[in-house]
């Protein structure tokens, strides 16, 4: 994330830019709301923010967003009834800020974003982390990076889904061409580097969109939440198959749910094993192990994904895929021979759907 602000005369800033990258995940994924472990890196595309103080007497908030022409006065003692399904965002910022009784102006707001919407590429959290860090620094808050991945995550809850702290972290401290092994029972990381000679780590489009507040994330996280309570622990890091064998009160999706948490925590020490020997079958084993376990015991993955991946798998120039993010649509993250990505952009273009799909629907991480 990059912050750049222009002062004035005496000394306070005026404007403040600020430019937040999308977030990808190299694995790790359902495990950052539980304590686990997440191997997180950033896009190249990015949402960028300016943000300048308005007249002390103007007591709203203009808003524009750039990619829908769309400028929204809200004034929250007036709320906001309008259709722009965004502004939600905006509003919970305000109930955070009023909430925390944090210092406060109104201010003007420019974003526009190249993440595409609804991707699995968190460019809801991409909107809430600028938005933190540009306020943070346009007021003087003071709050450390670490402060403002959880305000921007609570800014995000405010409007609906219960997720971790993957996106934030990536979105504030990640580095192109590296991921961050992170271990979310205390957020300590350090930075893995993901680069193979000769391959390419790209994101291919399901082209099914969703918006995760109408998915069963939020029941996913209940529901292993609960057994973690029963179980009297503080995260899944913390316990063992057995303990869930023994568990004899579980649901057979429950218990599934459950193995794959585990079993996708090792999955991530195991990925950045691979990636130190450079044992490329062993990363494309461990990238389709991930996705078998997300289609079938987390139960988050959907016919547009699957069929991606499937694809894929066919392909020897693939060393593996998985489905990225929250899942229900969105991405497909996989590892393939870099010079084969011409023929592989054409093999996509066979099927119908993608021969008719306007724009890119594969996006370069690195
Ligand atoms: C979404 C959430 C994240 C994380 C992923 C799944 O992106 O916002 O916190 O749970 O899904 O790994």
Redesign the pocket.
Known sequence: MEIVLNVDSSGGPTTVLVRAPG?V?II??????NGGL?LPTITQSYLTMRLSTLPPDEDCWKIFAEDRECLVNYCPADGYDGEEDWMGFFTSAYHYIDRNKLAFRSVSIHFHSDIPPGA?M?S??ALTCALAAGLNALFGWGKDSTQLVHMASQV?HGYG?Q?????QMAIFFGKTGQAMRIDFSDLSFGYVPIGVAGYSWVLWDSLERRS?VQTP?NQR?REVDAVLHQLGKDHWQAVSEQQIDALDTLSPATRERCRYIIRENERVDAMVAALADNDIPGVGQILYASHEGLRTRYE?SSPALDRVVDHLKRLPQCAGARMM???FGGMVISLIETRALPQIVDSFRRIPEYNRASGSFYHIVV
């Open positions: 977030r995940n790790g994924e359902h495990t950052d709301y997440a699995g968190s809801s959290s995000e889904v997720g971790g702290l993957l996106d995760l994330f996280r988050v993010g929250g899942g």
